[in-house]
Nanobody
Framework: QVQLVESGGGSVQAGGSLRLSCAAS????????MGWIRQAPGKEREWVAG????????DYSASVKGRFTISQDNAKNTVSLQMNSLKPEDTAVYYC?????????????????WGQGTQVTVSS
């Protein structure tokens, strides 16, 4: 129904920046929020950031607030994550995700739709 494709990612030094992008296709009218979920090696997946509705309301996890910025281009059905002041603990596979209801399951990193993931590695 919905396909999500991430781009970006890579390796940077601590304090550096990366920008991730995600393109949505298919039955995108079912989507009410989009965002990013990450999973570090040996750790639980973590909801990172979300953006909601045409107005672009945003929300962030405490661990990234003030450093990451999520944005969207409604015309292109894309969402981006600008990651600044990166820390080694940000190292993870980052997944673009989307959800229909955007309730508790969304914030528990259980989005309805997932991309393939892109690796972000931050070195000390």
């Amino acid at each position: 129904q919905v396909q999500l494709v991430e781009s970006g990612g890579g390796s940077v030094q601590a304090g550096g920046s990366l920008r991730l992008s995600c393109a949505a296709s298919g039955h995108t009218d079912s989507i009410n929020c989009m965002g990013w979920i990450r999973q570090a090696p040996g750790k639980e997946r973590e909801w990172v950031a979300g953006i909601y509705g045409s107005g672009g309301t945003t929300d962030y996890s405490a661990s990234v607030k003030g450093r990451f910025t999520i944005s969207q281009d409604n015309a292109k059905n894309t969402v981006s994550l600008q990651m600044n002041s990166l820390k080694p603990e940000d190292t993870a596979v980052y997944y673009c995700a989307a959800d229909r209801f955007c309730g508790g399951s969304w914030y528990e990193a259980r989005g309805d739709y997932w991309g393939q993931g892109t690796q972000v590695t931050v070195s000390s």
